[in-house]
């Protein structure tokens, strides 16, 4: 078929027993500036068993219709299922763009979908639009993080990409809106290969740093771990999360999870203090937008001012100290 023959916006709806991923959201708040160029309506493609409750928040987070396809055989997540299920569906209704989360489910989704569907797929997305030509485009950090590439699929639909967590602000959402539900019986059965057994929730241990209102991130600049550990006292004394670009993770001052960036985790903090990182695009695309970035490298022209609201052309040795002091005086008056 012709590529024009392919209409509509498609969101793969992630939930996990039961609920929503919040990468749904913000990928449906972004497929709105797609519809208001292309006027294509949004479609949110929702999988699982006993999920219908899960359509009104899809309608009121923007979504114009939502497509329910539930089977027992798509009550968790399982690759062979889920990936024969959305093929029926894609190949029925044949969108022209099909967005994912680029979680752990989409990553391992999605590329089965590119097979399937005999198309292309742009991973880790950080930006989707359309250029002067109206040709949609995926933005995702290349070589290693050193620049910005904008990656088309010219010919070949629907044309794919996963979206990195944390790009796009959630609309509000409007209580009580309307639209149009498809209910679609999918063919699928039990992969015989995988059994799941049980599941059970990450246990939580209070220092993740995705959720962290005030981040302290160190860099590469950092000389020791006992000035790392001034990192940690400077985030203890402001209710924050210590963090770090990949440098002191490559070493082992830190674990991965602490790791911000394009091969760690995306974060979007109140405030976040990046001590001695210059800012690679692989560090930015990971905390760029932080509601307030403030910024300490004795490097005048390091790209990490580029993006922050506050930065200080400074010894990290001198100010930090002088900042726990400072806060340790205020809290004891």
């Known amino acids: 078929m012709a590529k024009e023959d392919y209409k509509g916006i498609w969101v793969f709806a992630e939930q996990q027993n039961g609920k929503l991923n919040n990468t749904v959201l913000e990928i449906l708040a972004k497929a709105q500036e797609l519809k208001a160029h292309t006027g294509e309506e949004i479609t949110a493609v929702l999988l699982g068993k006993d999920v219908s409750s899960l359509v009104q928040t899809l309608f009121e987070y923007g979504a114009d ?53 005999k198309t292309g797929l742009t991973a880790d997305a950080i930006d989707l639009g359309f250029d002067k030509d109206d040709v949609f485009y995926q933005t995702t950090p290349a070589y290693g993080g050193s620049i910005l590439a904008h990656i088309v699929i010219l010919e070949k639909r629907p044309q794919m990409a996963t979206v990195r967590p944390m790009m796009f602000d959630p609309m509000e959402p409007k209580t009580g809106a309307k639209g149009k539900l498809i209910t679609e019986k999918v063919n699928v059965k039990p992969d015989p290969d995988v059994e799941v057994l049980e599941t059970l929730p990450k246990e939580d241990t209070g220092d993740a740093i995705e959720g962290a209102a005030v981040i302290v991130s160190g860099g590469r600049g950092i000389k020791s771990e006992e000035d790392l550990a001034q990192l940690k006292k400077l985030a203890d004394l402001l209710d924050g999360k210590l963090a770090s670009s990949r440098p002191l993770v490559d070493i082992g001052w830190l674990p991965h999870e602490k790791q911000i960036g394009q091969s760690g985790t995306t974060v979007k903090p109140k405030y976040i203090i990046n001590v001695g990182i210059s800012g690679s695009v692989q560090y930015q695309v990971g905390m760029q937008n932080s509601g307030c970035i403030i910024s300490i490298n004795h490097t005048k022209g390091a790209p990490i001012f580029d993006i922050s609201h506050y930065g200080a052309v400074a010894d990290y040795k001198t100010v930090i100290p002088a900042l726990i002091e400072e806060i340790e005086k205020r809290k004891a008056e």
């Open 65 to 117: 219709e939502v497509i329910l396809a539930e089977d027992p055989a798509l009550e968790q997540y399982s690759a062979r299922p889920y990936q024969e299920a959305l093929t029926q569906l894609a190949e029925k209704y044949k969108p022209s763009i099909l967005l994912y989360g680029a979680t752990s489910l989409g990553r391992d989704l999605a590329p089965r979908m590119m097979i399937s569907l």
